[in-house]
């Protein structure tokens, strides 16, 4: 089946610094999202993109859907003690009720 | 507001014992979704329904039941044949037709005694 690579699986920063997270898959995709889950919590929607080369922001989020349409990368610039969490990319082939593809998420620590 | 609320926050089973989680949304939405998250994996779909009184199972259905009488509400329940409930369970919805991405509910976290 369908599977997406998120690595590492931990991330540690200093507050102020940038740091970009990489999704790829052996597979397509036709809408690439990100989402971001503080503990004991559902996972809240970052940055949806739709079309091979978009670049989107979000505040201190950019995202870009791959070319390939085969990755996607998410880049917090100056980051602040709240960007902690987990981090995760999703990946859905069909329109926007059909199944989505999770990775297995990064864990981003942000020393102050 | 609008959303999607589950409930309870915490369950805990006993050994031979089915329970059922709740999802309940406001959205009018067509689309619901249950997933499985356990520690440092990403989210595997159990079932899911895109319209009243229909679902299909997902990637790990097995052990779990679904029903959809009504649009607002997509319960799961867990069986004693789910050697395995141990888990922090999500429930999403989306409008059918729409680019728009899943949302999620805040999660059940369902322990054994």
């Known amino acids: 089946g369908q599977q997406l690579n998120q690595s590492p699986q931990s991330m540690f920063i200093q507050e102020g610094e940038d740091v970009s997270m990489n999704c790829t898959s052996s597979s397509i995709f036709n809408t690439w999202l990100w989402y971001k889950q503080d503990p004991g919590e559902g996972p809240v929607l970052l940055i949806a993109l739709y079309k091979a080369g978009e670049l989107t922001s979000n505040g201190r989020l950019t995202a870009q859907f791959g070319i390939t349409r085969k990755d996607s990368f998410l880049n917090i610039s100056a980051s602040i003690p709240s960007d902690v969490g987990i981090y995760f990319c999703a990946g859905q082939l069909g329109g926007a009720n059909s199944k989505l593809t999770f990775g297995k998420g990064i864990t981003l620590s942000v020393r102050p | 507001d609008g959303g999607i609320t589950q409930s309870p926050k915490y369950l805990f089973r006993k050994e031979g014992q089915n329970v059922t989680l709740s999802c309940e949304q406001n959205?009018?939405?067509?689309?619901m979704y249950w997933y499985r998250q356990d520690p440092g994996q990403g989210l595997r779909l159990i079932y899911y329904s895109q319209i009243v009184n229909d679902f299909q199972k997902g990637d790990i259905a097995e052990g779990y039941s679904v029903s959809r009488e009504k649009k607002e509400s997509f319960p799961l329940t867990v069986t004693s044949a789910q050697k395995n409930p141990t888990a922090f369970y999500l429930c999403a919805s989306t409008r059918q037709g729409s680019i728009q991405p899943q949302h999620f509910g805040d999660g059940t976290r369902l322990s054994i005694l």
């Open positions: 959205l009018n939405h067509d689309a």
